[in-house]
């Protein structure tokens, strides 16, 4: 373990996990990791690092995404489960990666991070917060899948930049760090230890499966969520 005044680093063998507070914009990992809802609508409203990216970029990685989206929607199928009042673009727990020329190069790793009461039925319903408006939540299974699928579209990402025959853009980048954000505290109230904990733990468990990523980093913006954090992370990156 390696402590600084604003991050803890954790070795796992040959990769690194650390737990920082700032601000994940400007955090120094090269990809950025973005639950999304379905729809690939950005509303104003929203807080957390939808927000933080927002007003750093504005709307157009936002919109590069939806464009993305709608593409596999038209190749795959739109999304409709019941109780939704429209329809979505990608499944849960799939997503897509935008170029990052707006955020210092960063790539963003657009996951749809929610699941539908008309898809499956949360764990420990009574404490999870479901939306009336189209039976959405954000469970502990939400997250642990969240993170697998953004490790696991990243390595994608680069491997395919590797391959002989592929053009890369000039603004295509290797993920090879990925920075999350404390997933569905915000607009899904999911509890600060419950997040943390889903998130650390997948990342420990998946994270030597993905041979070009090197490290991993869990961002806070609040000092206080950041010192809540450390003891949740130690109990289990020491164990």
Known sequence: MVS?????KYNLDEKVFELAQGNIVTHDSKSIVVPYKTYFHYDEGFSGVLDTIFN???DQPFSDAREKAEEIAYEHGYVKYPGMKEKGLIYPYNGVIVSGEYLNNKSLIFIVSNDFTGNRKPEDSDKVYIDNEDGSYIDAKSIRETVKSALSLAEKHNL??????YRRLPIERVCDSIAFSAIG???????????IRNIVKTVKENIQEQKSLK???????????????MEIV???MEK
């Open 4 to 8: 600084t005044n604003k991050s803890i």
């Open 56 to 58: 750093a970029s504005g």
């Open 160 to 165: 395919r930049l590797t391959e002989k025959d």
């Open 185 to 195: 505290t915000n607009q899904y109230k999911v509890p600060l230890d419950v997040s």
């Open 215 to 229: 490290k991993v980093s869990l961002v806070l913006h609040s000092e206080n969520k950041y010192l809540q954090a």
């Open 234 to 236: 130690k109990s289990i």
